[in-house]
T-cell receptor
Framework: DTGVSQDPRHKITKRGQNVTFRCDPI?????LYWYRQTLGQGPEFLTY????????KSRLLSDRFSAERPKGSFSTLEIQRTEQGDSAMYLC????????????????FGSGTRLTVV | SQQGEEDPQALSIQEGENATMNCSYK?????LQWYRQNSGRGLVHLIL?????REKHSGRLRVTLDTSKKSSSLLITASRAADTASYFC?????FGTGTSLTVIP
């Protein structure tokens, strides 16, 4: 297992188009997270899954954003009707949550998908 | 916003000196983590400290946690040029604002 993989690495799209990103987490990890990061800022939480269940969504995740994790394995993040303000690095991370929801290990992040909306 | 705040925003030191970064967070926590991000690269987990721990060491890293003050600090000893990066505290789902560290050779 080589860590968290994200695809594509870069995406340039025209305003108004839909885009979909994929994340493949570490196979033993039961939690998967999506973050967004703009230049000079810390990552902003978007949403997370425990297995296939989406347990929390940030208010940042507007109706144009949807995430899925079918079968509790890979995840997709779709942005509909993209806007220039959606330009950012989209990061995926995974972690292992043990009994009681406690994590004793850190998150493993992928290299991200850089989205540019023109 | 649940985002934590880090201090200082930027820090520039000479190689061999120690670097200290502080994080203030806003909620109760199970643990607090620190991450490093090199320019244009991904986030790398450095260390995790649980809420019932007060201090933890890992190599040249020392982390403290004061849950009564909702604060944590990261100390990097004997800094190297390769330590140049942004450092973020992380708790629950939220990252701090980050400290940009520059180590001058």
């Amino acid at each position: 297992d080589t860590g968290v993989s994200q695809d594509p690495r870069h995406k340039i799209t025209k305003r108004g188009q839909n885009v979909t990103f994929r994340c493949d987490p570490i196979s033993e990890h039961n939690r998967l997270y999506w973050y967004r990061q703009t230049l000079g800022q810390g990552p902003e939480f978007l949403t997370y899954f425990q297995n296939e269940a989406q347990l929390e969504k940030s208010r940042l995740l507007s109706d144009r954003f949807s995430a899925e994790r079918p079968k509790g394995s890979f995840s997709t993040l779709e942005i509909q009707r993209t806007e220039q303000g959606d330009s950012a690095m989209y990061l995926c991370a995974s972690s292992l949550s043990v009994t009681g929801g406690l994590e004793f290990y850190g998150y493993t992040f992928g290299s991200g998908t850089r989205l540019t909306v023109v | 916003s649940q985002q934590g705040e880090e201090d200082p925003q930027a820090l520039s030191i000479q190689e061999g000196e120690n670097a200290t970064m502080n994080c203030s967070y806003k909620t109760s926590i199970n643990n607090l983590q620190w991450y490093r991000q090199n320019s244009g690269r991904g986030l790398v987990h450095l260390i995790l400290i649980r809420s019932n721990e007060r201090e933890k060491h890992s190599g040249r890293l020392r982390v403290t946690l004061d849950t009564s003050k909702k604060s944590s600090s990261l100390l990097i000893t004997a800094s190297r040029a390769a330590d140049t990066a942004s450092y973020f505290c992380f708790y629950q789902f939220y990252f701090g604002t980050g400290t940009s560290l520059t180590v001058i050779p």
